[in-house]
T-cell receptor, first 116, second 110 residues
Framework: ETGVTQSPTHLIKTRGQQVTLRCSSQSGHNTVSWYQQALGQGPQFIFQYYREEENGRGNFPPRFSGLQFPNYSSELNVNALELDDSALYLC???????????????FGPGTRLTVT | EDKVVQSPLSLVVHEGDTVTLNCSYE??????LLWYKQEKKAPTFLFMLTSSGIEKKSGRLSSILDKKELFSILNITATQTGDSAIYLCAVEVNAGKSTFGDGTTLTVKP
């Protein structure tokens, strides 16, 4: 158990719909990152939140957006769903400090999204 | 563009064998290299490497990093069927932002 939780576990949506995925970080972690993992591939970085602000973004369109809350939990929102959005969505939490100490990154169990 | 390449893509061995998984990388900013084991869903953290030449060990697993040649290896000795999984290598380029390889699928047969 990593202490990182995600909900829901599975989700089926129709093309064009919108979806919200949720993540609760490990205690003491102030940074959350979201990844998309398509079948047979490694996770692809979507974006990261640090202290409620987006702090880096991968090569994903603006219809992928997120939020981080004061308790460091987070949401990933995807609008106008496309078939290619079908994937496992992972969130990962870590600690970021001004001193640039490096901490491990722990993943949640993921949400399996299927778009039909 | 940051890139992490793992080899081999897949590997089939028998229980008791020793395996070596490879990870090479080209990134603009290196903070750490991470190894994960992925069985069903979430990648499970194995090792974080930041310094060259220092071996990290956990039971039958060990890993080492070469920052000059830009690669890392993950060794598993005396493999067991429970070691069957996808092994992911990632390079952390900023805190919490990692570039992943596509993984090595290891199958250990009884």
């Amino acid at each position: 158990e990593t202490g990182v939780t995600q909900s829901p576990t599975h989700l089926i949506k129709t093309r064009g719909q919108q979806v919200t995925l949720r993540c609760s970080s490990q205690s003491g972690h102030n940074t959350v990152s979201w990844y998309q993992q398509a079948l047979g591939q490694g996770p692809q970085f979507i974006f990261q939140y640090y202290r409620e602000e987006e702090n880096g973004r991968g090569n994903f369109p603006p219809r992928f957006s997120g939020l981080q809350f004061p308790n460091y939990s987070s949401e990933l929102n995807v609008n106008a769903l496309e078939l290619d959005d079908s994937a496992l969505y992972l969130c990962a939490s870590t600690r970021s400090t001004p001193g640039q100490l490096i901490y491990e990154q722990y993943f949640g169990p993921g949400t399996r999204l299927t778009v039909t | 563009e940051d890139k992490v390449v793992q080899s081999p893509l897949s590997l089939v061995v028998h229980e008791g064998d020793t395996v070596t998984l490879n990870c090479s990388y080209e990134v603009t900013n290196f903070r750490s290299l991470l190894w994960y084991k992925q069985e069903k869903k979430a990648p499970t953290f194995l090792f974080m490497l930041t310094s060259s030449g220092i071996e990290k060990k956990s039971g039958r697993l060990s890993s080492i990093l070469d920052k000059k040649e830009l690669f890392s290896i993950l060794n598993i000795t005396a493999t067991q069927t429970g070691d069957s999984a996808i092994y992911l290598c990632a390079v952390e380029v900023n805190a919490g932002k990692s570039t992943f390889g596509d993984g090595t699928t290891l199958t250990v047969k009884p």
